[in-house]
């Protein structure tokens, strides 16, 4: 039976992490490369800006920084750093675009609904919440170490767990009330229940 607790154990998982990290990092920004030109019509005015958008660039900007900032302190053993100020930097940005995903989520479902009232208060009001924890989430406490790199050496593992557990709830929750009004309320195809349709449940699904 695996000693899980052991250190050689703790340390050849982490090196699947990283390595891990590192994959999973590739493939982003390779989808964030090929995806620009979305992006430059939106720059170059080709395609009017509209106020969703801003949550959904707030998404992958923010990831893109996160990424980046996360393959430096994986790579970064010899060249000493503030490591409190850029693992903050790096939470903040990791944590900003988890919201962000969340709100763009929101705001397909609220408008499926017809922005409705009794789904868009429950929802802001979700979100305010979700937040308030990724906020939370931020504070952590990192040092530099001589051939290792920065090392975190404090954070709040029950913020971090609620942080989870809440961001699937809400998602979730998304889901159900997306699912519920294309297929057992709709009588009609309005463009964005068209939209969403094409685009498909699984996008819901998979976040």
Known sequence: MVDWKSPATIGAQAVIFVKFCH???????????ISLNFDWDYLTGKKKFRWPLFFYFLCRYSQLLAVIGLIVAFNNTTMEMNCQAFYGFNAAMGNISIGA?????????MAVWGRKWYIV??????I???WTL???????????????????TE?????????????MCLDFIVLCLTGFKLFYLSAGRSRIVTLIVRDGLM???VA
Not at 121 to 126: D, F, I, R, S
């Open 23 to 33: 994959v999973v990092s590739g493939v982003y920004l390779w989808e964030w490369f």
């Open 101 to 109: 995903a969340s709100i763009n989520l929101s705001l397909r479902t």
């Open 121 to 126: 208060v429950p929802l802001t009001l979700l």
């Open 128 to 130: 305010l919440g979700h």
């Open 134 to 152: 990724l906020l939370h989430g931020i504070l952590l406490k990192a040092i530099w170490v001589p051939g290792q790199g920065c090392v975190i």
């Open 155 to 167: 954070a709040n593992n029950t913020i971090l767990s609620a942080t989870f557990i809440y961001s």
């Open 203 to 205: 996008f819901f699904i």
